[in-house]
């Protein structure tokens, strides 16, 4: 194994081969899944179904890191903190190493019938779309490596990584359709998710790569609004109401904090981040003196 292939596992740094604490705080946050599933381990055995609790876990947390994957440009802007790009990649192999105990943990609780398993994945809506997602977040595994950007080339390698954006959709519908009952969480990562397209689709349209932070408010309250309108709707459809009946109970905080006000807040969140930084006394550069040198 050659010296640039073996720097290449080492994940916890950069690329000139300094320790970077965001690299490690990222490895920490990507073990934190199973850290916490060992420390429920009692918990998860007890279960009813341990292996279907640890197939929701890994589809969870798969879920989690794409949405976090998606998120690095939007965040780098707004905090004004180039080198989360640095962490991209890590955030979305990590992606897909849990989409893929995902499958293998929904494999096993098939006691490995393959055959089952495969007539499963092609007759069964909800876990084909689940299947395309798998398949597509694998291709942009193998082909993150910079060995590939080479071979690829620049502009068709960016071209096949917008990929990512209709696998985020699959994997967002196969939630919802496996998710039963309480709708809430599946609707509140779909309001982040669009929150985080339709910021790409205000810089992409106002040709900026940031937005103001009026923009970035009118945004929050424009994506929370259609949380709401969603969520009204596809209550309505699943128990055949009134979504207006559904939108009545958005103020009933006794009945719980609706996902359009998680959303609102979140959004909050990053306009007062936005607002800070944009404030931030710029650090002057460091100027070279002869004497230094």
Request: hydrophobic share 55%; glycine share 8%; aromatic share 10%.
């Amino acid at each position: 194994m050659t010296l640039e292939a073996k720097a290449s596992w080492h994940v916890w740094r950069d690329r000139r081969g300094r320790l970077s604490p965001l690299r490690i705080a990222t490895l920490a946050l990507l073990l934190l899944p199973v850290a916490k599933a060992l420390f429920d381990a009692g918990d998860i055995a007890h279960g009813a179904r341990p292996l279907n609790d640890l197939i929701h876990r890994a589809g969870f947390w798969a879920l989690v890191f794409l949405g976090l994957t998606l998120a690095v440009t939007p965040l780098r802007r707004i905090a004004r903190y180039g080198n989360l790009i640095d962490v991209r990649r890590m955030l979305g192999v990590g992606a897909f190493i849990y989409i893929a105990a995902h499958l293998t943990l929904y494999v096993a609780d098939l006691k490995f019938d393959f055959a089952k398993a495969a007539y499963e994945l092609t007759h069964r809506v909800y876990l084909i779309v689940g299947g395309v997602a798998w398949i597509g977040l694998a291709v942009l595994a193998v082909t993150s490596t910079d060995g590939m950007v080479k071979r690829i080339g620049g502009l068709r390698w960016r071209r096949l990584h917008q990929a990512i954006y209709l696998i985020a959709l699959l994997a967002l519908v196969h939630y919802f359709q496996q998710t039963k009952a309480d709708i809430t969480v599946p609707t509140f990562v779909a309001g982040l998710f669009t929150w985080l397209i339709v910021y790409r689709v205000l810089a992409w349209w106002q040709d900026r790569s940031e937005l103001s932070t009026l923009s970035l408010l009118a945004l929050s309250v424009v994506v929370s609004i259609l949380t709401f309108a969603g969520e009204a709707i596809g209550i309505g459809i699943a128990f055949h109401v009134s979504p207006l009946r559904v939108l009545e109970t958005v103020f009933d905080f006794d009945a719980g904090i609706r996902p359009g006000w998680q959303v609102l807040a979140a959004g909050l969140v990053v306009v007062m981040i936005d607002f800070i930084r944009a404030r931030w006394p710029a650090r002057a550069p460091r100027v070279r003196t002869a004497a230094a040198e």
